[in-house]
Nanobody
């Protein structure tokens, strides 16, 4: 239903920062929520943060105080600002879009690798 393209991943030292971007193929006003998940080797995919079209945000406790989610409606883009990065943050980060219509499956981006290492 909607195509999602992530960017901004890379290699960073502990304590550093990265900003991930996810651009949607249509207006994000028509999408119920957009968010970020991550999956590390040997672990299940976990929710990180999401933001609704109405502006409600949710940040998981494990990253609260370090990560911030925001959006730019004119660019159809959501961002994940990641500060004070730790090695445990190393994972593939996936953008997610959830539709207002429950019968429409979620959309997913291709993923972007984040590696935190000294």
């Amino acid at each position: 239903q909607v195509q999602l393209v992530e960017s901004g991943g890379g290699l960073v030292q502990p304590g550093g920062s990265l900003r991930l971007s996810c651009t949607a193929s249509r207006s994000i006003f028509s999408i119920y929520s957009m968010g970020w998940y991550r999956q590390a080797p040997g672990k299940q995919r976990e929710k990180v943060a999401y933001i609704t079209s109405g502006g409600f945000t949710n940040i998981e406790d494990s990253v609260k105080g370090r990560f911030t989610i925001s959006r730019d409606n004119a660019k159809n883009t959501v961002y994940l600002q990641m500060n004070s990065l730790k090695p445990d943050d190393t994972a593939v980060y996936y953008c997610n879009a959830r539709e207002f219509v429950a019968e429409v499956p979620d959309s997913w981006g291709q993923g972007t690798q984040v590696t935190v290492s000294s």
